[in-house]
């Protein structure tokens, strides 16, 4: 079990946060007790799909899942990806249509379904979007625009030699316009230039959409797991 203090998130949410990665030789009755001894108001309970602790972890009442949360890989190696000339690099301030953008690139996003968490749901996207444009989570952030309004939008960030895409959305008035695809070949691109070979994107099971693209795009995926929401009373 590794059980961590996360910083960012309860000062953020205003609660004592812990993330816990469980494995199956892992007693829940111990992680509790010691969640509790650590005086948390919530914990992220982290486990792989079909494994045997799922039952026990079900078992607990108040533990809540939130999220089936699938990996996607792609190698990029001996691929070519064609750039259109329409994607640009921004790190400008974002004006209210962008961060509601950004916004709903994450209604399927467990922040969104937790009643718990979900007041601070849009506040945490936008200061994604923010904390991307300055650089502190994204390396690049790409955008299309019709004249000056943005019309789709993706970041990405490289790490161990991995390409990750953080946030991705096209504006309902332009889905299904290739778009999302232009994006995601345009971050491709820019992996290869810098001799990433690998891109990896994370989604939930449940925005059947965005699985539909990353799979119809030819990622596969490479990791399930289930995201627990462990909330404790006082
Ligand atoms: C997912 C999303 C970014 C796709 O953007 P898009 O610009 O509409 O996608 P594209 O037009 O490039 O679509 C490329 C392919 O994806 C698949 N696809 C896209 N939308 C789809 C839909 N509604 N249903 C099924 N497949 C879909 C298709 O296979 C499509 O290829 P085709 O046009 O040849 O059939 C867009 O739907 C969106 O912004 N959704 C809300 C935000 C979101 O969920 N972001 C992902 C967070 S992880």
């Given at each position: 079990m590794?059980?961590?203090?996360?910083?960012?998130?309860?000062a953020?949410?205003?609660?004592?946060?812990?993330?816990?990665?469980?494995?199956?030789?892992d007693?829940?009755?111990?992680?509790?007790f010691?969640?509790?001894?650590?005086?948390?108001?919530?914990?992220?309970?982290?486990i792989?799909?079909?494994?045997?602790?799922?039952?026990?972890?079900?078992?607990k009442?108040?533990?809540?899942?939130?999220?089936?949360?699938?990996?996607?890989?792609?190698?990029?190696s001996?691929?070519?990806?064609?750039?259109?000339e329409?994607?640009?690099?921004?790190?400008?301030?974002?004006?209210?249509?962008?961060?509601?953008?950004?916004?709903?690139?994450?209604?399927?996003?467990r922040?969104?379904?937790?009643?718990?968490?979900?007041?601070?749901?849009?506040?945490l996207?936008?200061?994604?979007?923010?904390?991307?444009?300055?650089?502190?989570?994204?390396?690049?952030?790409f955008?299309?625009?019709?004249?000056?309004?943005?019309?789709?939008?993706i970041?990405?960030?490289?790490?161990?030699?991995?390409?990750?895409?953080?946030?991705?959305?096209?504006?309902?008035?332009?889905?299904?316009?290739?778009?999302?695809?232009n994006?995601?070949?345009?971050?491709?691109?820019?992996?290869l230039?810098?001799?990433?070979?690998?891109?990896?994107v994370?989604?939930?099971?449940?925005?059947?959409?965005?699985?539909?693209f990353?799979?119809?795009?030819?990622?596969?995926?490479?990791?399930?797991?289930?995201?627990?929401?462990?909330?404790?009373?006082?």
């Amino acid at each position: 079990m590794e059980l961590k203090m996360l910083d960012w998130d309860s000062a953020f949410f205003e609660k004592k946060i812990f993330s816990v990665q469980l494995n199956n030789y892992d007693n829940i009755d111990e992680v509790e007790f010691q969640l509790q001894n650590e005086n948390a108001d919530l914990a992220y309970i982290f486990i792989p799909v079909n494994s045997e602790i799922e039952n026990k972890v079900a078992e607990k009442s108040n533990l809540v899942l939130f999220d089936h949360k699938l990996t996607y890989k792609m190698i990029l190696s001996e691929k070519v990806f064609q750039t259109v000339e329409n994607v640009e690099e921004t790190d400008a301030d974002p004006d209210d249509d962008f961060i509601s953008l950004a916004i709903s690139s994450g209604v399927h996003s467990r922040f969104a379904l937790d009643p718990s968490l979900n007041h601070k749901f849009e506040e945490l996207y936008g200061l994604w979007l923010r904390n991307s444009l300055n650089k502190k989570l994204a390396d690049k952030v790409f955008v299309t625009k019709s004249n000056d309004f943005i019309t789709s939008f993706i970041t990405c960030k490289i790490k161990n030699e991995i390409g990750n895409i953080g946030l991705i959305a096209t504006h309902a008035d332009y889905r299904g316009k290739s778009l999302g695809r232009n994006l995601i070949n345009h971050v491709h691109h820019w992996y290869l230039q810098n001799n990433i070979n690998v891109s990896e994107v994370v989604t939930q099971q449940s925005n059947a959409i965005a699985c539909a693209f990353y799979g119809n795009y030819g990622f596969e995926i490479s990791q399930e797991d289930l995201v627990y929401h462990w909330h404790f009373k006082k």
